[in-house]
């Protein structure tokens, strides 16, 4: 049987989430906006599970808006830019190490007249001082992920809320700030209301809930949304709310929550200390269940399907990125990582429940494969 350790691209679902699923799709079938009696009831779950997953995050609910995952919940917040009517948009200020539905968005917003400036992210790390020396008078949003996807860095959210804060004092406008938060929820510890960001992207799959279905986390009255179509989730995302969907995440969300880290940093201890290959990883401020490293200019690719051959399923890169030419490279070498390293990394990730001994067997493998194809 194939061992798992690609869990930064997808979790499987679990049992109570995928029952859950299962029970709310039969019992309230009925769509959340109808005014009857089965209606109602649809809505009443609907609104009772956003309260929970408030409860859970300690945030307010209405503040909570479902959406499809996390690309849509970054794309909204992005497409909200480009109601703009002003005749100059201003500046948006992107990290470099940011996921692909957050980067992917600077060719239209520079079609529509927006200066895209791309921050510096050494080692998948933003510098507040640097931060603070780009923005000016124009800048209307700055988007910054909380933990990167590819090599599990963290960045000091706070510190650079508070360098967007202190600059709104001193142009006396409304700076948004949006965090891609995907790779955080259950995995590293944060309060969304002592980080002060005005939203934040979270998808279910990433925590053992079904795929296609997420939340954005929004305080701000100013976002609105591309698409068009109902009222549902206050005009914000429009399309009857998947209510099976929701439940399952939620459910998902409170058994991830309940489990500590304690497994994920031993086995990431282990895998620190005896893998043979050079790890790019960030040895400190890093997610522990998210390692990148490199086998030493021996394509990533092939090494990777080796280990699938064997029973270990890895990542080349980003799960986003695999029908991008060259991959998770583009990434890495921005993040100041040189090039052979970046054609050659390779991602492992775990799961709170990853077993230590099938860890163990991986690391050996990959010695093994290292020790014969590479030195």
Known sequence: MSKYFDNAATTAINER????????????????SASHSLGNLAKECLETTRNDISNLLKVNPSNIYFTSGG???????????????????GDVIISKAEHASVSNFERILVEKGYKVIKIDAP?????????????????????????????????????????????????????????????????IEFDLTDLDVDSASFSAHKFHGPRGIGFLYNKSQSLQALSRGGNQEKGLRAGTENLAAIVAMKVALEESLQLNNENVIKINKYVRSNLKPKILSPSSNCSPFIINFSVNNFPSEVFTRILDDEGFIVSSGSACSNNVKNKGENILTSMNFKADDAKSSIRISFEKKTSYESVVSLVTKINSLYDTLVR
């Not at 995928?18 to 959340?32: E, M, R």
């Open 17 to 32: 989430a995928l029952s859950s699923y299962n029970n709310t799709a039969l019992t309230f079938f009925a769509n959340p």
């Open 71 to 89: 690309t849509e919940s970054n794309s909204i917040v992005l497409s909200s830019l480009l109601w703009s009517r002003s005749k100059t948009p």
């Open 123 to 187: 080692n998948g790390f933003v510098s507040p001082s640097t931060l603070d020396n780009l923005i000016n008078k124009n800048t209307k949003m700055v988007l910054i992920q909380t933990v990167n996807n590819v090599i599990g860095s963290i960045n000091d959210i706070k510190s650079l809320v508070n360098v967007v804060r202190n600059k709104e004092k001193e142009i006396n406008r409304k700076i948004h700030f949006h965090t891609d938060a995907v790779q955080a929820l259950t995995k």
